[in-house]
């Protein structure tokens, strides 16, 4: 398993699939465990993930630190990528063309870690990971069964650090996942959190 994530992240950093390569500083692999139960997938990098190579490491990175930790958990108990590996320029959405050229990746990724659970962070990564007519304001805490794994979205902390108002929600979801990682997984370390 170990060969293949190596190679996996080699052939990542070495990508030009897409116009995104000719502004990237560090393409943003993914952090956190690579046997975890559960995996974080969010958009794309923003500025701070394209200096540091690393996903969610700004002030939304902090607060979804936060979000964790409310309720146990922390970036050695799961797994954390995007549906994007480089920066779209400006912080903007990532166009589908770029969605479409990194998809793999992540769809390898999650094939190696086989996660109980994913967890979209905000509208894009659900509406290419859960459902294209996904709605966030509508679905954000829904549960879904897509590919064997059970999947729910979240606001991305950046919105939720935006408007502070969705924040009440965020922590019923955060209750819901909370439960559902105790009732799916099986490691450990997860099962001593409950």
Not at 79 to 96: F, M, Q, S
Not at 101 to 112: D, E, K, T, V
Request: hydrophobic share 40%; glycine share 8%.
């Amino acid at each position: 398993m170990e060969d293949r994530w190596e190679i996996l992240e080699q052939e990542c950093s070495h990508c030009r699939e897409c116009a995104l390569c000719q502004t990237r500083k560090n393409v943003v692999f993914g952090v956190g465990n690579p046997q975890a139960e559960i995996m974080l997938v969010g958009e794309g990098p923003g500025a701070n993930e394209d200096e540091q190579g690393i996903p969610f490491v700004g002030k939304a990175g902090q607060f979804l630190d936060d979000m964790l930790a409310i309720i146990g958990l922390d970036r050695t108990l799961v797994y954390i990528a995007n549906i994007v590996k480089c920066r779209p320029p400006g912080n903007r959405d990532p166009l589908n063309v770029e969605q479409d050229a990194c998809i793999g990746y992540l769809r390898r990724q999650i094939a190696l870690i086989q996660p109980k659970i994913l967890v979209s962070l905000g509208r894009i990564a659900a509406m290419r990971l859960i459902d294209p007519k996904f709605r966030i304001t509508r679905e954000h805490g829904v549960w879904f069964d897509v590919d064997g794994m059970r999947m729910m979205a979240l606001y991305h902390p950046s919105a939720l650090l935006r408007d502070p108002g969705k924040r009440p929600e965020t922590f019923d979801d955060l209750k819901s996942l909370q439960k559902e990682v105790g009732r799916v997984c099986t490691h450990t370390e997860l099962k001593k959190l409950w």
